[in-house]
């Protein structure tokens, strides 16, 4: 664009760039869906269409930023990793967390009528009139999001453990709290009142003695969250690390990882490693599993998320 006298005004945009070699994690989380989940008829306390959009949304957005090593997500919120190397927008938080955000909504968004409305029907003509469940311009989906620095691989790892944890407990609470206003005949106060104080143990007393429910049979992805990750197909002899190709990399070395655009300040790699991994990534079949992510065994198995 060609210089004008109004072009000083940009002095004054202000630029957070990350901190550099740490793990950046964008989290985002749904405006006022206790409300909106009401609207939208979601079934308490896990609607499985609810879980499965949130599923695919974040799928896309794993899918189409190779930099995002791994997601974690539960309810309505998702935790995207960016590895530590990432030099993506040059690490402007504003750019990552907006189009982290945007990129998710947009998915939620488009993928919301083939999830939520069986009988057909489109975006914007949902009026709560019956309509069934299509999305209505009164009642959005959108979505926040920040951006956290982890400075350590155990500062991250204790950061998924936390949401983890979280999911955990707060599952807990609401299987035992639906139980008993679904199948205990509660109002929502008194079973809120029942619950107060009671310690996990209680409630899966609670759950199986008044209602035959064993919490540890409760699906996977309502108990565990929902992980995404490339998946590689794994060599059991030769093991995932030289299919990767992440270690075993037999590209010329020595040139300075100064210039390179994709790699951060510790690990220097050539420009051709640098692009094979990407290339790698952006090849790599995108899973979701609900597995636990607490424990060292999901990473032993996929060194590539970290490397
Ligand atoms: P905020 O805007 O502050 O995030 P919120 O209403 O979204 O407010 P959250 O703490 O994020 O509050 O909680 C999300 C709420 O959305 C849950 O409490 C639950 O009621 C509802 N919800 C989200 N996902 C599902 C789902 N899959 N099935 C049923 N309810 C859900
Ligand atoms: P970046 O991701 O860096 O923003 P960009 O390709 O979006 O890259 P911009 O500087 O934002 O680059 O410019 C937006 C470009 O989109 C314009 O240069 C123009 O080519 C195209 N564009 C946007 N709106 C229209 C439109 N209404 N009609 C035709 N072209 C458009
Ligand atoms: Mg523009
Ligand atoms: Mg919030
Ligand atoms: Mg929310
Ligand atoms: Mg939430
Ligand atoms: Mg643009």
Known sequence: MANSKYEYVRAFERDEVLLPNTWIVVRIDGRGFHKLSTHYHFTKPNDVRALNLMNLAASHVVASIPDITIAYGVSDEYSFVFHKTTNLFER???????????TFTAAYVALWPSTFEAS???VGDGDGGGGGDALS??????FDGRAVCYPSWGNL?????WRQVDCHINNLYNTTFWALVQQGGMSPTAAEEHLKGSVSSDKNEILWSKFGIN???????FRKGSV????YALEPSTGPKQEVGIEG???EVGIEGADDESRGLQSPVTK???EKMKKIRRKAKVVTSHVDIIRDEFWLHRPWIRS
């Open 272 to 274: 051709t490693q640098a």
């Open 137 to 142: 311009l009164t009642m959005l989906p959108t």
């Open 249 to 251: 990399a037999d590209d």
């Open 157 to 161: 790892r204790d950061y998924l453990s």
């Open 215 to 221: 919490y540890n049979d409760e699906p996977d992805m």
């Open 120 to 122: 057909g029907g489109g």
């Open 228 to 231: 995404i990750f490339r998946e």
């Open 92 to 102: 402007r938080c504003a750019k990552l967390v907006t189009t982290v955000v945007s």
